[in-house]
Structure formats: structure tokens, C-alpha cells
């Protein structure tokens, strides 16, 4: 695969930037040398070697998203959040294949690098062991984890979808979920990556494929209940102290 056929993008915040240090240290460390876009909306702070695309604060998240992706050039993208750190390497052969597969079946919109315990089927895809199909009927089979997407399609959702913000904030609903009626209207199919991975708390599964934190903040808070052994040390390598947030533990 051609390295420039595929890029990070990175979606984020200034009032995060307390994890960027540790969030872009282990993406380098774990998943070197790639092109990276990120939206935010100041990019002061952020690592020199990223190309910033800045959106407006005041608009809600789904219009904050459309205006930057129509900047991603790139057939094919990884969607990142910037509390999604990696504590393990990236395996890019097994990325490099999905991309593959993506291109010799144009009906596969996105493969997302981990299962979720509520939106996936046991149908394989073709004869992998390590592909299956998500089911595209649950209500949750757009989700913002994790996964490698054909750039135009996900701008499409966004272009599509109501205009809304993320898990209810300014809004009565969340774009997250009211995405999965454009995505059924649409018809896409999508994939999810699963080597018999253990599960991880209630919801998703570990990943070996690309090994992250999901998510190391959650309403605000690090994420030490489900990921204490992963985040706790990163925490501490990179001198952030927990109590200044707070902590789930």
C-alpha cells in the first residue's frame, strides 16, 4: 500500500491539550513516520510535524467535522480521538491489508480495529478468520472508535446528518447516534477486526491491531477503572497528575 494513500486524523479540542504531549509521544512511538491531520479549534501547542485544520467553537460537532474533512485529500483515513492513546505497537501490515481488502471490495466503507459487544454479527467476511461483518441494523453501528474509513464516505455522513453536537452537549441527541439512520439510508457495510481479543469492560474488546485506550478520559475524567495498568504509568511518565481531573476508578 502507498503510505500517502492513508493518514491519521486526530479530532480535538484546546481545552484537552493537558493530553497531547502523551496522546502524539505514543502515536510516534507506536505508529511512526505518518501523515497526520488535526482538527481543532486552536492549534497552539500541538507537535510540529501535524498539519492543523481549525474549525469554529461555536458551531456543533457534525458542522465542526464536515469543514475540516473537506480538507483530507486522502482516499482513506484513520479516525482518532485524542484520548484514544496507544500503549502498544501498531500492527501495520494487518492495516495495510484492510486497506487492501477495502480497495478490492468498494462496498466496504470502513473496518473498525475493534468489536463492540453491541453492534457485531459472527458472519465472516470472505474465508478471514480475523474479519467480520457488523450488523448495520443496530443502533449503534456508526460509533467514533477507532477505524479505518474511505475519507469521501464519512464526509458524506457528515454531510448528511443532522446538525448536531457530541454526547448531548448543546443538543437533545447526539450526532454518534442519529449517524446510524444516514448510514442505513445509504446502505453502507462495514467491518470490524477481532484475533479473539479478551473484552475489556462492558461495552468494546481489546485490539491487537491497533492496541489504544478507549477512551482515557471519560466525562472528563481519567479512565482508570477499565485501563489503571495501560494509562496509570503514561500518566505518570508524562507528569500528569490525575487529581487536577479527577479519576474513575
Not at 60 to 66: A, K, V
Not at 76 to 96: G, S, T
Not at 157 to 181: C, K, W, Y
Not at 229 to 240: H, S
Amino acid at each position: 500500500m502507498n503510505i500517502k494513500e492513508l493518514v491519521l486524523v486526530i479530532n480535538t479540542v484546546s481545552h484537552c491539550k493537558d493530553l497531547w504531549e502523551m496522546f502524539f509521544t505514543q502515536l510516534e512511538k507506536h505508529y511512526p513516520n505518518r501523515k497526520i491531520y488535526v482538527f481543532t479549534d486552536n492549534a497552539d501547542g500541538l507537535p510540529t510535524n501535524v498539519t492543523s485544520i481549525l474549525y469554529d467553537p461555536e458551531n456543533n460537532f457534525r458542522t465542526q467535522y464536515l469543514s475540516c474533512i473537506k480538507q483530507v485529500e486522502e482516499e482513506f483515513m484513520i479516525y482518532l480521538n485524542e484520548d484514544y492513546v496507544l500503549y502498544d505497537d501498531v500492527k501495520i501490515d494487518l492495516i495495510d491489508e484492510y486497506v487492501n481488502e477495502m480497495k478490492l471490495n468498494n462496498e466496504i466503507s470502513f473496518i473498525k480495529t475493534t468489536k463492540s459487544s453491541i453492534n457485531y454479527t459472527e458472519n465472516k467476511y470472505k474465508n478471514r478468520s480475523d474479519l467480520f461483518y457488523l450488523n448495520p441494523n443496530s443502533q449503534y453501528f456508526f460509533s467514533q472508535n477507532v477505524g479505518i474509513w474511505r475519507t469521501r464516505i464519512l464526509e458524506k455522513i457528515h454531510e448528511l446528518g443532522p446538525d448536531l453536537h457530541i454526547a448531548g452537549m448543546r443538543t437533545n441527541s447526539q450526532f454518534e447516534v442519529e449517524a446510524n439512520t444516514v448510514c442505513k439510508n445509504l446502505k453502507l457495510q462495514g467491518l470490524y477486526s477481532y484475533h479473539k481479543e479478551p473484552k475489556r469492560g462492558k461495552y468494546h474488546y481489546d485490539s491487537i491491531v491497533f492496541p489504544y485506550i478507549a477512551t482515557a478520559i471519560i466525562k472528563g475524567k481519567w479512565n482508570l477503572w477499565e485501563y489503571f495498568n495501560e494509562l496509570y504509568p503514561l500518566l505518570m511518565k508524562y507528569q500528569i497528575n490525575p487529581e487536577i481531573r479527577g479519576a474513575n476508578i
